[in-house]
């Protein structure tokens, strides 16, 4: 391959996967068009395979990323191999050579199952939680024993976290993992004694598989923490199950965390919780999270207007806000609930809708699709949202399809 085109393919590499990096923080992304660029971005791959491994200068993330996924690629076996042993290095080595590794191979995962990254877990102890993440991605099945009580118990918080949130995401795991870290708070008056982001996590592996009555659990674990960030996912888990009790805890919150409180708001998505969001956005200029958090409600993409209007001389009322303001929306829509229906992105949620739109946009805000989906059809999905589009696509259809009865229920939460 003549080295100008070997520059062009190389280029194009570098800046999809720098543009897909961004992306993932936009809130809401078209899915079809991040398709697109990831089936472009592959095929730039692939043809750079060709010539793997590159002699390239290994400096930012995108340089890692590009040189590690087209050694993976290769249709060398050898290179293959060489590419997957440096790619559990950089994952043992911290910046952004280790996130490019953590990348290439969540995208591109070892089509037969490899025990080196067993070995890894076993061997670092600090890489544990990390390495759950990436299974976590790659929807890869860990042996039983890394996710029982017996191995779980005694280590850190982080480690548990990450291992309940692959766990939580896998549907052939069963429920009593999850139901030892909250059985205590079931009943009786026992106090929470692990962290607010663990019991959480916990909690939401119980409610993707049946578990019942969770309200009374996750209402103790909101009155004892005291860290905003652990408090932040227990509110998230209340807002997906649109408990209204959290409402006034989520406007508390709102005075320091204003633009996760908009968020959490607009995932609950009922009356009560919008009528909140819509007066947190009259109080003060709204952010560019708060304005993301109306996206998610309305379905387009809002501005302020002014929060001050001046009434003409000689008129008795201001004029009307301008159509694509917060306040002529809220105007227009602020009736369109009924009691216990909650609102995504311009529409009353149902699940044929959620599946629709988990199937539409892509972005940071389609964690919360995915969740909601999954706690709609009462199963985990298998799949997360960071992963590539036509994975996202098969999990939904899959899930959809098999969806349990549960459906009725919890839409009407």
């Not at 899915?31 to 590159?54: D, G, I, K, N, Y």
């Not at 191999?81 to 953590?102: D, M, N």
């Not at 209007?309 to 004029?319: F, I």
Request: with cysteine; aromatic share 6%.
């Amino acid at each position: 391959m003549s080295v100008v085109l070997l520059s062009t393919h190389l280029d194009s590499a570098l800046a999809l996967y720098r543009q897909r990096a961004q992306q993932q923080q936009v809130a809401l992304v078209d899915a079809q068009l991040m398709a697109r660029q990831e089936q472009t971005l592959l095929t730039h791959l692939h043809v750079l395979s060709r010539c793997a491994p590159l002699e390239i200068e290994l400096a930012k993330e995108a340089d890692f990323f590009v040189d590690l996924a087209s050694q993976l690629l290769a249709p060398s076996a050898a290179v293959q191999e060489a590419g997957y042993a440096q790619a559990l290095t950089l994952l043992q080595e911290p910046g952004p050579s280790r996130q490019a590794a953590f990348q290439a191979l969540a995208l591109l995962p070892p089509k037969e199952k490899d025990s080196s990254l067993l070995e890894l877990y076993r061997q670092n102890k600090a890489l544990r939680a990390l390495l759950f993440d990436l299974w976590r991605e790659q929807s890869w099945h860990v042996p039983a024993g890394l996710v029982s009580v017996a191995e779980l118990r005694g280590h850190d918080n982080d480690l548990q976290i990450a291992a309940l949130r692959y766990a939580a995401s896998q549907p052939k795991i069963g429920l009593e993992l999850f139901t030892t870290y909250y059985q205590g708070l079931l009943s009786g008056t026992a106090r929470p004694e692990k962290s607010g982001h663990l019991l959480a996590t916990a909690l939401w592996g119980g409610l993707l598989r049946g578990e019942q009555k969770l309200d009374k659990p996750l209402w103790r674990c909101i009155e004892s923490e005291t860290e905003p960030a652990d408090l932040y996912h227990l509110l998230r888990l209340g807002a997906i199950m649109a408990l209204p009790e959290i409402i006034p805890v989520i406007k508390q919150y709102s005075e320091q965390h204003p633009e996760a409180a908009a968020e959490l708001l607009a995932l609950h998505g009922t009356g009560p919780a919008l009528q909140l969001l819509h007066n947190l956005s009259r109080t003060c200029e709204p952010s560019a999270g708060v304005l993301d958090a109306w996206q998610w409600v309305s379905g387009k993409r809002l501005i302020s207007g002014p929060r001050l209007q001046v009434v003409p001389a000689g008129e008795k009322t201001a004029p009307p806000p301008a159509a694509n303001t917060i306040e002529h929306w809220w105007q227009r829509h602020q009736t369109q609930l009924q009691d216990g229906q909650r609102l995504l992105l311009g529409a009353v949620l149902s699940k044929e809708y959620l599946i629709q739109q988990s199937r539409t946009w892509a972005g940071r805000y389609s964690r919360n699709l995915l969740d909601l989906l999954a706690y709609t059809i009462g199963s985990p999905l298998g799949v997360t949202a960071n992963a590539v589009q036509f994975r996202r696509v098969q999990a939904i259809e899959k899930n959809s399809t098999i969806a349990a009865p549960a459906e009725e229920e919890h839409a009407s939460a």
